[in-house]
Every structure is written in C-alpha cells, then in structure tokens.
C-alpha cells in the first residue's frame, strides 16, 4: 500500500470516529437535557428476543454492525437512572463552553454530565472539589457525580460481526439438567410424507419414524443432511449423537452408526433453528430443518432412503 492509499484510509477512519463522536454527542446531550425516548436504529446496537433475533446463530444481539453495541452508552445512562427518573437537571456553568447538567433524587442519589461544547479545545474543569479533562465537543457521564463511566469522544469502532468459537471450560459454569421425554405418535402434531422445512415452524422440531430392521450382526449408519443449524439423533429414546453447523455454513451432516434392535425402531431427529434471519439478499429462500436425504446404509437390503417415508411431526417451544 502506497503513501497516498494510507493517507486516504487514515482520512476515512478520522471520519468515521467523527462521526461515531458526533452522534454520541448527541445522544448524551438529549438525555441530559430530559430526553427519555430514542431511536438508535442502526448506529446503537439492541436485544432482541424470541424469533425475531436477527440472523442465524445472532441468539439475542441485534446490531448489523452498528458502531457501538448495546452495552457501552445504554450502560452508563443506565446506570444514571434513579436520578434521571426522579428528577429534574441543575444546570451549572463551568467555563465559557462549558457547563455541568445536574440530577438529584434524595440523599446521595446523583448524576451529572459534564458538558464542553468547544469544538476545537480541550477544557479542563473543576465540579465538586474534582478535576476533569473534557475533550473538544464532548459530554462525560458521572453516574454518582464523581467517576467518569463514558465520555462521547472516546467512543471507538467496534466491528460487531458474530462468530460461534469454542470456548474453554475450566469449571466456570454450574449446569443443571433434567430429562425431557421426545415426541410420540400420541402427542405428534400432525403426520407427513416426505420431511418439512422448519423455519417457518418452530425453532425445535421432532421429526419422527419408524424402520424395520433384521439384525445381522453390524450397526447400520445413519445420514442426515439438514439445513441447520443444530441436530440431535435418538434412537428407541436414547441420544445417538449430535451435529452441529456454525455462521459461515449452517448448513450439517450427521453420519454415524448407529444401534437398532431386531425389529421396530424409532428414529427421532430433533431439529434446532437458532435464530431467524430477516436480511440479507434473498433471504426468503433460505431454509433449516431436516431436508433430506435421510438414510441407513448397510441394512440387510443394504441402503434405504427414509425422505419420503411417514414422518411425524412435533412442533417444540
């Protein structure tokens, strides 16, 4: 990269911060001055719940990279709240460009905003027998009218794309878990030919049949293609295993032996959706579920495709 290409991308990252500073600003100067309702959309990242999260594999955080996440402004008004709720501002002059905006709700219930509204200079200021440095064009939040939490013009790029990694454990988690029993031909929802795509369903889906099977010594293997994004297979009640997809392919394969008796068996693959997506080009035509084919090779007639056989379906919430 030439000295010109360097130039030019150092000039568009100054911009951006500009212009993450700018709307910062002006978050923080609404609410200082009584503001109670904002629209963030896209620039303030969110949480939603449900099916409405924002994507495959984005379970609750919905931001499309936005420029801060719902966890760095949010946190510090946030925690201004009892007296932000309670009260109006005191607003006092600290300088010429400069001015601290005030709240208070009973004893020691306090928030402040240090305002510099000098776009060139930084300014330094005296409030309450305490020294602060403000940035040019910038508002600092004092949730207890002493501690700097967040200032406006400190505000970095964050870059919010979602990845699923392995994470180690070392005992940091304490898990409970409890049996849940899979679906049966009594509670089944409704009965099908052939497999159904799921993510206008549920976001857990039974799928469930029955295979004949002549014991002759060796397990058969199981092949599921899915969709996505997460699958779990029992067998006759028990877990036979479990596949996984991740962001950048949902899409999975299980394939593994698996233990049939002499006899019926029931095969039961639960199907998990994690997240719904809603952007993006063509999204419409994504899919998840259990689309087939599913088969068992080296049954005593060697392969047999299950796809278009009688599937029960139970929708789980």
């Known amino acids: 990269m030439n000295t010109n290409s360097l130039h030019l991308v150092k000039l568009i990252v100054i911009g ?37 999260a924002g994507g495959p594999f984005i379970a609750t955080s919905y931001d499309y990279d936005a420029p ?11 925690l201004c709240e009892p007296a932000l709720v309670n009260g109006d501002p005191t607003v006092m002059r600290l300088g010429n460009f ?6 208070k709700y009973k004893a020691g219930v306090c928030a402040a905003f240090l305002a510099n509204y000098n776009p060139r200079a930084y300014a330094s200021v005296a409030f309450q027998d305490k020294h602060y440095n403000l940035p040019p064009w910038s508002i600092s939040i004092l949730p207890d009218c002493r501690n700097t939490v967040y200032n406006t013009a400190r505000v970095g790029a964050q870059i919010a794309r979602k990845k699923m990694v ?32 799921q993510i206008n369903a549920t976001d857990y889906l039974w799928y469930t049949t029955q295979q004949r099977f002549l014991r002759n010594g060796k397990s058969p293997v199981l092949t599921v293609l899915s969709a996505g994004h997460a699958l779990h297979v029992f067998v006759n009640g028990q877990l036979s295993g479990s596949s996984y997809g991740s962001l950048e392919s949902p899409k999975l394969t299980f394939s593994q032996g698996v233990n049939l008796s002499a006899g019926i068996n029931k095969i039961s693959l639960l199907s998990i959706a994690v997240g719904l997506p809603n952007v993006g080009p063509h999204f419409e035509t994504w899919n998840a579920g259990v689309l087939g084919p599913v088969t068992l090779n080296g049954l005593n007639k060697g392969r047999r495709d299950l796809s278009w056989q009688k599937w029960s379906l139970f929708l789980s919430y």
């Open 68 to 78: 801060l996440d719902e966890y760095d402004l949010h946190r510090a008004i946030k």
């Open 166 to 197: 392995p994470v180690p454990m070392h005992g940091g988690f304490s898990w409970q878990a409890y049996t849940e029993g899979i679906a049966s031909d009594a509670d089944s929802s409704f009965t099908m030919v052939g497999l159904l795509e």
């Open 98 to 103: 400069q001015e601290a905006h005030v709240f």
């Open 16 to 52: 951006q911060l500009k212009w993450l500073w700018d709307l910062a600003f002006s978050v923080a100067r609404f609410i200082q001055k009584g503001g109670w309702f904002i629209n963030y959309y896209m620039y303030h990242g969110g949480t939603n719940f449900g099916r409405t």
